[in-house]
């Protein structure tokens, strides 16, 4: 039986849990919504509302915005074919820092997969996506429970909700507070839950309605990390 367990030093993965401002493409919420605001430090630094979902120029991702009801840009791109992958994804890169502070939440139906999108403030780090049969926060090694009946641990070195632990005079407060639970409802992306904010490494899990292909990509404009599963 495969278990993820949290430490530090691992590549694991969390969602913010606190009071978020999440979207949905497609799961009738909007497309995205911005949940990080800026404490100035002793510079005067300005109020960021963290970026804005853009479409993808050029990259293979496709398009992966919509309109504020939740619908498919018109202007979308085709959707590529499903994943059929199922093997661990990882990016042996390290941590970054400062740490990237998690921005924004987006989810999309795209016709033969579901598509999870996690906007950044900034550059993170490696990351780990892999089937578990079972999940633990980090670090307290509790059980996670998703809904579905399958789940893909999600692990972003160099990411958090909250970069208390790093700020200085010139480098302000960023925090991303929300539930701790999400419900996309699309086809097989159920729901994105919580699992651990510790030592720069943001852990979580997705629960699908059941095991398919996926696939991960890092994209920029902004930083987001992709996840695509298959209907």
Known sequence: MTTLRTRTGTMLVALGAAALLISG??????????????TPGADGGTTSAGPEPTTDSGTA??????TAD?????????AEPAP???DPVTDPAGPTAPAAVLANIRWSDRGTYDRLVLDFTGPFGGY???YVDSLTEDPTGDPVEVAG??????????ATRNNAFQTS??????TYGGPARVAPGLPNLKEVADAGDFEAVLTFGVGL???AGFKVMHLTGPERLVIDVAH
């Open 25 to 38: 493409c497609g799961g009738g919420g909007s497309d995205s919504v911005t949940g990080v605001t800026t």
């Open 61 to 66: 991702a496709g398009d992966e915005t919509g």
């Open 70 to 78: 939740g619908t498919p840009a018109p202007d979308a791109a085709p």
């Open 84 to 86: 059929t992958g199922t």
């Open 128 to 130: 780990q996506v892999q």
């Open 149 to 158: 009946g399958a789940v893909l641990a999600v692990s972003i070195q160099g």
């Open 169 to 174: 005079d010139t480098t302000p407060l960023q």
């Open 209 to 211: 309605d059941h095991k």
